[in-house]
């Protein structure tokens, strides 16, 4: 299996443009999160899908921040408009199975830098 | 509610010391504890993981990890670093459900030769 793959790896944007990050969970996943990760806030959970359905997206910073995930295998994280403070590295992660015994496989994520 | 508490921000051994990182967990029924490792500009990647049975698990790269009811621990060992360990090591706790792991926030392993 390839694993959670993720694109773009690196992203540089001026401040106010749209940007949109993609993944693609491991296939028969059914659990798929995003999350951003910076040096001031460590790791955060921004939202997360069981079954393609949003569960929580309590995480998410602010509007600007939208997430879909059309289908099993695919899902989006935009941003819009983008600002500086949005710069981290996002990463996909997805789970198989229906209980907290289950890891989380993460992908190689997205840096992205907003100037 | 779950929470995991990783003591130290970070740590530097020697090359060919012993290792232990610190995980503290707080969860109300037996955990699904998890230690993760992110090599600079990489992804998490499972170094192993408790579900019940034997308290001491093994995993790879030649960690293991011990868990211990009474502590609310699970603390990671390495008899013997090696460069190449250095690296952001992560400790998470999973639930019930199909709710996200629960993660800690991380410690820094430098290693000097």
């Known amino acids: 299996d390839a694993g959670v793959i993720q694109s773009p790896r690196h992203e540089v944007t001026e401040m106010g443009q749209e940007v949109t990050l993609r993944c693609k969970p491991i296939s028969g996943h059914n659990s798929l999160f995003w999350y951003r990760q910076t040096m001031m806030r460590g790791l955060e959970l921004l939202i997360y899908f069981n079954n393609n359905v949003p569960i929580d997206d309590s995480g998410m910073p602010e509007d600007r921040f939208s997430a879909k995930m059309p289908n099993a295998s695919f899902s989006t994280l935009k941003i819009q408009p983008s600002e500086p403070r949005d710069s981290a590295v996002y990463f996909c992660?997805?789970?198989?199975?229906?209980?907290?015994?289950?890891?989380?496989?993460f992908g190689p994520g997205t840096r992205l830098t907003v100037t | 509610a779950q929470s995991v508490t990783q003591p130290d921000i970070h740590i530097t051994v020697s090359e060919g010391a012993s290792l232990e990182l610190r995980c503290n967990y707080s969860?109300?029924?037996?955990?699904?504890l998890f230690w993760y490792v992110q090599s600079p500009g990489q992804g998490l990647q499972l170094l192993l993981k408790?579900?019940?049975?034997?308290?001491l698990v093994q995993g790879i790269k030649g960690f293991e990890a011990e868990f211990k009811r009474s502590q609310s621990s699970f603390n990671l060992r390495k008899p013997s670093v090696h460069w190449s360990d250095a690296a952001e090591y992560f400790c998470?706790?999973?639930?019930?459900?199909?709710?996200?792991?629960?993660f800690g926030k991380g410690t820094r392993l430098s290693v000097i030769a």
């Open positions: 969860y109300g029924a037996t955990p699904y």
């Open positions: 998470a706790v999973g639930g019930t459900g199909n709710t996200p792991l629960v």
């Open positions: 992660a997805s789970r198989g199975g229906t209980s907290g015994n289950h890891e989380q496989y």
């Open positions: 408790y579900f019940s049975g034997d308290t």
